[in-house]
Protein backbone atom coordinates (compact mmCIF):
# COMPACT_ATOMS: atom_id res chain seq x y z
CA UNK A 1 0.00 0.00 0.00
CA UNK A 2 2.57 2.53 0.82
CA UNK A 3 4.13 1.70 -2.81
CA UNK A 4 1.03 2.81 -4.17
CA UNK A 5 0.61 5.67 -2.15
CA UNK A 6 4.43 6.63 -2.78
CA UNK A 7 3.64 6.31 -6.53
CA UNK A 8 0.81 8.11 -6.45
CA UNK A 9 2.08 11.14 -4.90
CA UNK A 10 5.22 11.22 -7.54
CA UNK A 11 3.15 11.71 -9.87
CA UNK A 12 0.90 13.92 -8.43
CA UNK A 13 4.16 15.82 -8.03
CA UNK A 14 5.76 15.32 -11.61
CA UNK A 15 2.89 16.45 -13.46
CA UNK A 16 2.54 19.88 -11.09
CA UNK A 17 -0.68 22.02 -12.37
CA UNK A 18 -0.83 20.07 -15.62
CA UNK A 19 -4.44 18.98 -14.53
CA UNK A 20 -5.57 22.25 -13.99
CA UNK A 21 -4.43 24.46 -16.73
CA UNK A 22 -6.19 24.37 -20.21
CA UNK A 23 -3.36 23.81 -23.12
CA UNK A 24 -2.69 26.73 -24.75
CA UNK A 25 -3.24 26.83 -28.59
CA UNK A 26 -0.79 26.46 -30.88
CA UNK A 27 0.18 30.21 -32.60
CA UNK A 28 -1.38 29.91 -36.35
CA UNK A 29 -0.01 32.14 -39.50
CA UNK A 30 -2.43 33.95 -41.13
CA UNK A 31 -2.85 32.91 -44.55
CA UNK A 32 -2.74 35.42 -46.78
CA UNK A 33 -4.97 34.60 -49.96
CA UNK A 34 -3.85 36.37 -53.06
CA UNK A 35 -6.21 36.93 -55.90
CA UNK A 36 -5.25 34.81 -59.09
CA UNK A 37 -6.17 35.96 -62.19
CA UNK A 38 -8.24 33.87 -63.93
CA UNK A 39 -7.93 33.26 -67.34
CA UNK A 40 -11.44 32.62 -69.24
CA UNK A 41 -12.59 32.03 -72.58
CA UNK A 42 -15.47 33.15 -74.45
CA UNK A 43 -17.38 32.42 -77.65
CA UNK A 44 -19.79 34.90 -79.17
CA UNK A 45 -20.36 37.87 -81.08
CA UNK A 46 -19.36 41.32 -80.36
CA UNK A 47 -21.89 43.36 -79.69
CA UNK A 48 -20.22 47.21 -78.75
CA UNK A 49 -17.21 48.42 -79.73
CA UNK A 50 -15.66 51.55 -78.43
CA UNK A 51 -12.42 53.28 -78.26
CA UNK A 52 -11.72 55.06 -74.79
CA UNK A 53 -8.74 56.36 -73.55
CA UNK A 54 -6.60 55.03 -75.87
CA UNK A 55 -8.22 51.32 -75.86
CA UNK A 56 -10.63 49.77 -77.50
CA UNK A 57 -13.44 48.31 -75.50
CA UNK A 58 -15.33 45.00 -76.19
CA UNK A 59 -18.51 43.82 -75.28
CA UNK A 60 -18.77 40.27 -76.47
CA UNK A 61 -22.32 38.13 -75.60
CA UNK A 62 -21.61 34.25 -75.92
CA UNK A 63 -23.53 31.69 -78.37
CA UNK A 64 -22.04 28.66 -76.09
CA UNK A 65 -23.47 28.73 -72.70
CA UNK A 66 -23.80 25.56 -71.90
CA UNK A 67 -22.20 24.48 -68.95
CA UNK A 68 -21.66 27.41 -66.51
CA UNK A 69 -19.83 29.06 -69.25
CA UNK A 70 -20.05 33.02 -69.57
CA UNK A 71 -22.80 34.47 -70.70
CA UNK A 72 -21.13 37.58 -71.88
CA UNK A 73 -18.20 39.49 -70.98
CA UNK A 74 -16.77 43.08 -71.42
CA UNK A 75 -13.23 44.20 -71.73
CA UNK A 76 -10.28 46.40 -73.06
CA UNK A 77 -7.23 46.37 -75.22
CA UNK A 78 -5.13 48.44 -76.68
CA UNK A 79 -4.69 46.70 -79.49
CA UNK A 80 -7.63 46.53 -82.11
CA UNK A 81 -8.86 43.10 -83.10
CA UNK A 82 -11.87 42.56 -84.65
CA UNK A 83 -14.99 44.50 -86.09
CA UNK A 84 -18.49 45.06 -83.78
CA UNK A 85 -20.74 42.01 -85.54
CA UNK A 86 -17.77 39.65 -86.32
CA UNK A 87 -17.94 36.03 -84.30
CA UNK A 88 -14.95 35.81 -82.30
CA UNK A 89 -12.90 33.16 -80.05
CA UNK A 90 -11.32 35.56 -77.11
CA UNK A 91 -8.74 34.61 -74.21
CA UNK A 92 -8.59 37.16 -71.58
CA UNK A 93 -7.17 37.03 -67.65
CA UNK A 94 -9.16 39.67 -65.82
CA UNK A 95 -9.68 42.80 -67.78
CA UNK A 96 -7.38 42.51 -70.17
CA UNK A 97 -7.55 40.48 -74.13
CA UNK A 98 -4.77 37.90 -74.24
CA UNK A 99 -5.68 36.95 -77.85
CA UNK A 100 -8.96 36.72 -80.04
CA UNK A 101 -9.72 34.84 -82.71
CA UNK A 102 -12.12 35.68 -86.02
CA UNK A 103 -14.33 32.25 -86.29
CA UNK A 104 -16.79 34.39 -88.38
CA UNK A 105 -16.84 37.57 -90.18
CA UNK A 106 -20.26 39.80 -90.13
CA UNK A 107 -22.53 38.88 -92.95
CA UNK A 108 -23.74 41.76 -94.23
CA UNK A 109 -26.61 40.98 -96.67
CA UNK A 110 -27.12 43.65 -99.32
CA UNK A 111 -30.47 44.87 -100.05
CA UNK A 112 -32.40 44.58 -102.79
CA UNK A 113 -34.66 47.22 -104.01
CA UNK A 114 -37.73 46.10 -105.10
CA UNK A 115 -39.89 48.06 -107.68
CA UNK A 116 -42.78 47.61 -108.76
CA UNK A 117 -44.35 48.11 -112.13
CA UNK A 118 -47.24 50.56 -112.08
CA UNK A 119 -48.07 49.15 -115.72
CA UNK A 120 -51.83 48.25 -115.67
CA UNK A 121 -52.67 46.58 -118.71
CA UNK A 122 -56.02 47.68 -120.42
CA UNK A 123 -58.31 45.99 -121.93
CA UNK A 124 -60.93 46.94 -124.37
CA UNK A 125 -64.33 46.23 -123.86
CA UNK A 126 -65.11 43.22 -125.82
CA UNK A 127 -67.10 43.91 -128.97
CA UNK A 128 -68.53 40.26 -129.76
CA UNK A 129 -69.13 36.81 -127.70
CA UNK A 130 -69.38 33.82 -128.87
CA UNK A 131 -70.72 30.14 -126.91
CA UNK A 132 -70.92 27.18 -128.53
CA UNK A 133 -72.33 24.43 -127.17
CA UNK A 134 -70.78 21.06 -128.37
Same mark, same amino acid.
Given at each position: ???????????????? /????????????? $?? !???? !???? #? *?????? %??? #??????? /???? !?? *?? %??????????? /???????? $???? !??? %????????????????????? $??? %??????? +????????? +????
Amino acid at each position: MLKYFLSLVLCILFSG /CAFLNTKAQPLQK $KI !VVKK !VKKM #S *TIKGYI %TEL #SYDGGKY /CYQI !VA *TD %TSNLKLSNASF /CSAKFYHN $KGDL !VYA %TFYGDNIKEMLLIRPKIEEKK $KKR %TFKNRKN +IISVPREEK +ISFD
